[in-house]
C-alpha cells in the first residue's frame, strides 16, 4: 500500500471522528483539514532517506467564514495540528523546524468558501502565485481549474478535482504552486500521469504544458 493511501485512510478516519458531526454546512472544518494534509503532501520532501515536511501552516478564509468559525479557533488549531502529526506518525514524516504548528487568519482578499493555505519557513511570506487548467479532454470538457496550493486530482468524490474518469484512480495526483512553480506529482495512480505525452513522477509544469491523468487532460493556460 503507498503512503499516499495510507495517509488519505488516516486522514479520513480522523476527520470523520473531530468534524464530521460538528460542522455540516458552509466552509467545514473537515474541507480545511483536507486541504492540510494535501498540502503536507505536496510539501514533503526525501533528504538523506528521511521523509520531512514543513512544520508551520497559516490557513486564511474569508471574514464571512471566519466569524462563523472563531469561536471554534482553538479547538480547530488543536484539532488540525493532531491530525497533521498523527498522519505523519503513521507514514514516517518528520516535521522541519519542531512540532507542527497551525493557524487560522481572516483575509479580505479569500473568496468566501476558499481556503489558501501558506506554508510559513520562518517568517509569513504569502505568495500570490496562480494558475489555470482548462479541460481539453474528458468531462465536463471546457472546465476551468483555479491552482493556488496544494490540489487533490482523483476519482474520489472528496477531491479538490473531482474527474469521473474510470481510467483515473481515486487519489490520482497532486498539484501545488511553489517558489511561483505549477508543479504535479503523481500519488501512485494506476494509469500513471503525463506532461505532453511522457509518463512523469514529478514535473513542474510551464504554460501551454498538456497533463493528463489516465484519458483526462488538461492544458496549462494564463
Given amino acids: 500500500m503507498s503512503w499516499f493511501v495510507r495517509i ?4 479520513a478516519a480522523f476527520i470523520e471522528r473531530a468534524f464530521a458531526n460538528m460542522f455540516p454546512s458552509d466552509l467545514e472544518p473537515a474541507q480545511i ?6 498540502t503536507m503532501e505536496a510539501r514533503t ?3 538523506e532517506s528521511t521523509i520531512v515536511a514543513p512544520a ?21 488549531e488543536k484539532e488540525w495540528r493532531a491530525l497533521l502529526a498523527d498522519v505523519a506518525q503513521r507514514v514516517g514524516i518528520r516535521f522541519q523546524a519542531g512540532a507542527v504548528q497551525v493557524s487560522l487568519h481572516e483575509d479580505l482578499d479569500v ?17 500570490i502565485d496562480e494558475f489555470t487548467l482548462r479541460l481539453v479532454k474528458g468531462m465536463p470538457l471546457g472546465q476551468i481549474y483555479r491552482i493556488t496550493g496544494a490540489t487533490r486530482v482523483g476519482r474520489n468524490s472528496e477531491s479538490d478535482i473531482f474527474l469521473v474518469d474510470p481510467s483515473v484512480s481515486r487519489n490520482h495526483a497532486l498539484l501545488d504552486v511553489q517558489e511561483g512553480k505549477l508543479i504535479v ?3 501512485g495512480s494506476s494509469n500513471g500521469t503525463f506532461v505532453n505525452g511522457e509518463r512523469v513522477q514529478l514535473r513542474a509544469l510551464r504554460q501551454g504544458d498538456v497533463v493528463a491523468f489516465g484519458k483526462t487532460e488538461m492544458r ?3
Fill in 8 to 11: 488519505e485512510e488516516a486522514c
Fill in 111 to 127: 473568496v468566501a468558501g476558499a481556503i489558501e493555505i501558506e506554508v510559513q519557513n520562518g517568517r509569513e511570506h504569502r505568495s
Fill in 220 to 222: 496549462v493556460e494564463p
Fill in 33 to 38: 483539514a483536507r486541504k492540510l494534509v494535501a
Fill in 45 to 47: 520532501q526525501s533528504i
Fill in 56 to 76: 508551520r501552516y497559516a490557513v486564511y478564509i474569508n471574514p464571512t467564514d471566519y466569524a462563523r468559525l472563531a469561536p471554534h479557533k482553538d479547538y480547530l
Fill in 185 to 187: 506529482r503523481d500519488a
